[in-house]
């Protein structure tokens, strides 16, 4: 099995390789895994990519997520299991399924967590003491080998080894559960019967099993996902586009799978169970077809069922979806301290907002039952369907996993629109994880890694500043990014708790802000309200700008500071509440307006404006 692993695996791989490969097999397997990197011959971009990605797996909240997502899929295949035992009644036909299946599959996932913690203590183990790679033979080679040897790639690999560590624990708890469920149901509910199966399972089962386990961490391979990696394979470049693809998309089919277009393919299967009753099938073959009916529906059902549980909970005001369509109103809805896709409780008075959307793999039904509560809300009938399909692709598509092919889409459609961030993004992204959550726990503010210079010419600078702003300390150096009110903008989370959430957890919650009326008001008036553009419009130039400098664009923003400050006292003035929400709105922007034309005329004041001014008036001439 090893040499035909090796000879089907490995190209150009000499019988003189093949003969010391399985030599090393045998005398020394510790040193197995290193030797067969050597074979591979990994070139100098396949060590850049590895390094790369476990860069972009360092992070504590990426392994947080993976748990959660981990020991979620269990509990869903509870549901479904139990949901399986009622379909079987109500379908008619053959019984197939037997009662305390449930329960067998819950004894079985506790038992094999308990056995499964051994193999989790050793794996940590070999983490922490650099131990050599294990080689599995059912698994690709490239794989396991990975690109980078000796000491110095299994320490590069500590994040990807950490979350194999956690599958691993999750393959044996999901495999036991899988098992006892299966020998029960084999058993027709005889208790010894199924303890016989248990501790001797036949061939069948133990397919049926390893499958599970697979299935149940979201690492089953499935035809689009392997014609993706070949592709890949093949043109390296895509590795930054899709630098994972197999787990996200299982994630991304099984999510589909639980949502009311799961009936459709549970119909179908439906359907051809029916038709072989019709036919006179032999029993094997109806049991057979009403085991995949019953499968294909319970996956939907159980969804369903969540989804309409969370509508009515986000009807109630328990979550939160997207938010408004409007990129403005979104924003100044987040100084208040709301967060999107949020579950809201009520704490000392205050409501707290506890992000949901990392908690896969029911995160996306979360979502799109919290938009379906929102759509309603939506104060312009254009933005009914634009929150409807946005709640789409927002709940299929904006997952860390899969911003790789998101932000890639946005900038092939709009690359004026989108290079300099998409560019500074990847760029970005070479400093690990791990750091960057670091940066964030111990600076709480927004740092501002937008460009001075316009152009392409800005693009070397925001991937400069967007670097620095992941690095601790140094991320202080940037100036804070302000709101369309001129207010500083600060992450989630406060004070010391506040940053270690940052930095461990996935989701981190944040409370509602005291004295931020003003920002609740222009949502509730749709009065959008942006930063200025740092792109200043010559008067009499037909519309040639300038770019303005840092002192001179916190010109613009001390005066909207300014102005928001007086209007918090305002707004709560008798004569202003009793105003309409038109005469708010428009008094509101008044204010704004007034003081940023102030604010331009003290720029035209200054000398340095008004020389490069003349500058850019005359390089257009």
Same mark, same amino acid.
């Given at each position: ?40 011959? @990994? ?50 036909? #053959? ?14 996932? !506790? ?49 990807? *080894? ?43 089962? !133990? ?7 697979? &299935? ?6 499935? &035809? ?30 099984? /999510? ?7 009936? %459709? ?28 009916? %019953? ?29 408004? %369509? ?20 009520? %704490? ?16 996306? !039904? ?83 890694? *937008? ?20 690095? @601790? ?5 940037? #100036?804070?990014? =302000? ?25 981190? #919650? ?22 200025? /553009? ?6 009499? /130039? ?6 303005? &400098? #840092? ?29 309409? @929400? ?17 604010? =331009?005329?003290? !720029? ?18």
């Amino acid at each position: 099995a090893f040499l035909r692993a090796m000879f089907r695996q490995i190209p150009d791989l000499t019988e003189g390789q093949a003969s010391s490969l399985v030599r090393i097999m045998r005398e020394d397997p510790g040193s197995l895994a290193d030797a067969l990197h050597t074979a591979l011959n @990994p070139s100098r971009a396949d060590k850049l990519i590895e390094l790369w990605k476990n860069g972009l797996l360092s992070g504590v909240p990426t392994h947080v997520a993976n748990t959660i997502g981990n020991v979620g899929e269990q509990i869903l295949r509870l549901g479904e299991t139990a949901t399986g035992g009622v379909l079987d009644k109500l379908l008619g036909g #053959p019984s197939i399924r037997v009662g305390g299946e449930t329960r067998m599959e819950l004894a079985g996932g !506790l038992k094999g967590a308990a056995k499964a913690l051994t193999r989790l203590g050793q794996d940590l183990h070999d983490i922490v003491t650099l131990a050599p790679d294990k080689i599995d033979l059912s698994q690709p080679i490239e794989h396991q080998t990975r690109a980078i040897g000796g000491k110095t790639g299994r320490a590069v690999r500590i994040p990807m *080894r950490f979350l194999q560590a956690g599958d691993n624990f999750m393959k044996g708890s999901g495999g036991e559960a899988e098992l006892y469920k299966l020998a029960w149901r084999q058993a027709k509910g005889d208790k010894a019967a199924a303890l016989r199966l248990i501790e001797n399972p036949d061939k069948a089962l !133990l397919y049926q099993v390893a499958k599970s386990r697979q &299935e149940r961490t979201y690492q089953d391979p499935n &035809e689009w996902a392997q014609n993706l990696v070949n592709l890949r394979s093949r043109h390296k470049w895509l590795h930054v586009v899709a630098p994972f693809i197999q787990t996200p998309s299982n994630i991304l089919r099984i /999510s589909v799978q639980r949502s009311p277009v799961g009936f %459709v393919d549970g119909v179908r299967a439906w359907r051809r169970f029916r038709a072989a009753m019709a036919e006179g099938a032999d029993t094997e073959t109806i049991a057979r077809l009403k085991g995949e009916a %019953v499968d294909k529906l319970a996956r939907p059902v159980v969804g369903t069922v969540l989804l309409g549980t969370f509508y009515a909970l986000a009807k109630a005001g328990g979550m939160t979806g997207s938010g408004p %369509v409007d990129d403005r109103q979104r924003n100044l809805l987040r100084e208040t301290g709301w967060q999107p896709y949020s579950f809201v409780v009520e %704490v000392g008075g205050k409501k707290v907002y506890v992000p949901f959307n990392r908690f896969e793999p029911a995160s996306s !039904l979360f979502g799109f039952a919290a938009d379906a509560a929102e759509i309603s809300k939506e104060k312009k009938e254009g933005d009914l369907f634009n929150k409807a399909l946005g709640s789409v692709m927002q709940n299929l598509t904006s997952k860390t996993y899969l911003r790789g092919l998101a932000d890639a889409a946005a900038f092939v459609n709009d690359p004026q629109r989108f290079a300099s961030t998409y560019i500074s993004g990847l760029a970005g992204s070479v400093v690990p994880n791990i750091v960057r959550k670091a940066a964030q726990a111990i600076d709480p503010t927004v740092r501002d890694t *937008r460009h001075q210079k316009g152009g392409i010419a800005g693009v070397p600078e925001r991937i400069g500043k967007t670097i620095l702003a992941g690095v @601790p300390l140094a991320s202080t150096l940037l #100036p804070a990014r =302000r709101s369309g009110t001129g207010e500083v903008i600060e992450r989630s989370g406060e004070g010391a708790l506040g940053g270690l959430a940052r930095f461990v957890s996935p989701s981190v #919650p944040s409370s509602e802000r005291a004295g931020r009326e003003l920002e609740a008001l222009l949502v509730d008036i749709d009065a959008g309200l942006g930063a200025p /553009s740092r792109d200043f419009a010559i008067p009499g /130039s037909k519309g040639r700008k300038v770019r303005l &400098e #840092p002192q001179e664009y916190d010109i613009l923003q001390d005066a909207d500071k300014k102005t928001t400050e007086r209007l918090r006292g305002l707004i709560k003035t008798p004569g202003f509440e009793k105003m309409t @929400p038109e005469r708010q709105r428009e008094y509101i922007r008044h204010a704004y307006d007034e003081a940023r034309s102030a604010a =331009r005329r003290r !720029l035209y004041s200054m000398p340095a404006f008004r020389r490069r001014a003349r500058t850019t008036l005359e390089a257009g001439a």
